[in-house]
Nanobody, 124 residues
Framework: QVQLVESGGGLVQAGGSLRLSCAAS????????MGWHRQAPGKQRELVAA???????NYANSVKGRFTISRDNAKNTVYLQMNSLKPEDRAVYYC??????????????????WGQGTQVTVSS
């Protein structure tokens, strides 16, 4: 199984910055898309940003111009640089990745994995 481990969450004042990291490990053959979602208390999980293997990106309107997603394919790691943080950015942030992993013999199978989540709190 492909596992995702996030780091970098914490408490920051409004206007501050945080950088989240997510490293994928396991029998990875290739990773397609990697991304970040978040879930605030009482709300549904929503996409924050995603990045394809080729580098194309997609952002939620609420974070455009403030957040930047990037990835290091050699390290199977995705990052989320969050600047100008607002109290409404407070949420648990989850890393997501999908792709192909090595299975028995020479077989490949798809994977769709989520991290355990990291808390981001922004004080006003």
């Amino acid at each position: 199984q492909v596992q995702l481990v996030e780091s970098g969450g914490g408490l920051v004042q409004a206007g501050g910055s945080l950088r989240l990291s997510c490293a994928a490990s396991g029998s990875i053959f290739s990773i397609n898309a990697m991304g970040w979602h978040r879930q605030a208390p009482g709300k549904q999980r929503e996409l924050v940003a995603a990045i394809a293997n080729g580098g194309s990106t997609n952002y939620a309107n609420s974070v455009k111009g403030r957040f930047t997603i990037s990835r290091d394919n050699a390290k199977n790691t995705v990052y989320l640089q969050m600047n100008s943080l607002k109290p409404e950015d407070r949420a648990v942030y989850y890393c997501h990745a999908d792709g192909l992993e090595n299975s028995r013999g020479s077989a490949l199978r798809t994977f769709d994995s989520w991290g355990q989540g990291t808390q981001v709190t922004v004080s006003s």
